[in-house]
């Protein structure tokens, strides 16, 4: 049974102090405590300066869950921040974390049950983008699918079907999706294409499947880093999306302004390095927000 002590909480972050301050105050406030924090910071001014952040590392180390900033500079790209927190985890389990997601006081709790439950490569939870809250999309919820049985691997390219998963994903979708097929459940598991924002890993099978280090083979300015990461593990182990999604997007603007090299395209593409575009909340008419821009 996996316990909160098996848990690092890797959080890369980036000229968002206040962001990561409401992150950090989410793990402050969950229903398990003994997990660790560690966060990569790439600011230009040190985040653990900012008297918010560091009042809430004082508040998570207070409540036993020890947290720590570490500077992390120069930056090298996404991928290599995320191959970098990696390296800093001495836990069975790691969750990748972005430092604009508030997590509901449940969701460390339901995730840990849920990677117990499913043996899995890992598990996650899409983010809600709050401000589409009244924007229902049902021919984007047209490929959901449920794990009925246990969670097997899947190959999952550009072009497949399960790609088409990816609009699951989209402005509120997770929320609707959930109130549509709730049926009294706390959790229950579906197919994915990927997960942006909130993946927990077994870490020795992210590891096993090369975790982030193809970062020396991409560009420095990339996107896309998780989605390689993700469909290497799906692949040999499998992986899962949880509903009802316990993770909120703040909706800030990205700080990832670069996004023409696809680490797709480098690590898993045909070659030709495509400039694809990515699926964002924003995507409709805020090209400019953070929310992942997917490739497709």
């Not at 966060?39 to 985040?47: L, Y």
Request: charged share 30%.
């Amino acid at each position: 049974m996996s316990r909160p002590a098996d848990l690092d909480v890797l959080i890369p972050s980036k000229d968002r102090p206040a962001a990561l301050a409401v992150t950090l105050s989410g793990l402050a406030a969950q229903t398990v405590s003994g997990f660790r924090v560690v966060v990569s910071d790439q600011s230009a001014e040190p985040a653990s300066e900012d008297p918010l952040v560091a009042s809430t590392v004082r508040i998570l180390d207070h409540l036993g869950r020890p947290a720590e900033v570490l500077r992390h500079v120069p930056p090298r790209g996404l991928a290599e921040q995320r191959q970098f927190l990696l390296e800093q985890s001495r836990r069975r389990l790691v969750l990748y974390l972005d430092d604009d997601v508030w997590l509901e006081p449940a969701a460390v709790e339901v995730l840990l049950s849920a990677m117990d439950a499913l043996r899995c490569g890992f598990v996650g939870y899409a983010l809600h983008g709050l401000s589409y809250r009244h924007d229902v999309r049902p021919h984007e919820l047209a490929p959901y699918e449920e794990w009925t049985s246990r969670v097997r691997p899947e190959r999952v390219r550009r072009g497949g079907s399960a790609w088409r998963r990816f609009t699951l994903h989209n402005a509120s979708n997770p929320l609707h999706l959930a109130q549509r097929v709730a049926k009294g459940r706390r959790w229950w598991a579906y197919k994915v294409a990927w997960i942006g924002g909130c993946v927990l890993y077994d870490r020795r099978r992210l590891e096993e499947c090369g975790g982030f280090g193809f970062w020396r083979s991409v560009p420095p300015a990339h996107a896309g880093e998780d989605v390689v990461a993700e469909l290497r593990v799906m692949e040999r182990y499998g992986g899962a999306g949880l509903l009802p999604s316990r993770a909120y997007h703040m909706e800030l603007p990205t700080t990832v302004r670069d996004r023409t090299a696809e680490c797709y395209d480098y690590v898993l593409g045909d070659g030709r390095h495509r400039a694809d575009h990515r699926a964002d909340h924003r995507a409709d008419h805020h090209a400019d927000r953070r929310a992942d821009r997917l490739p497709r």
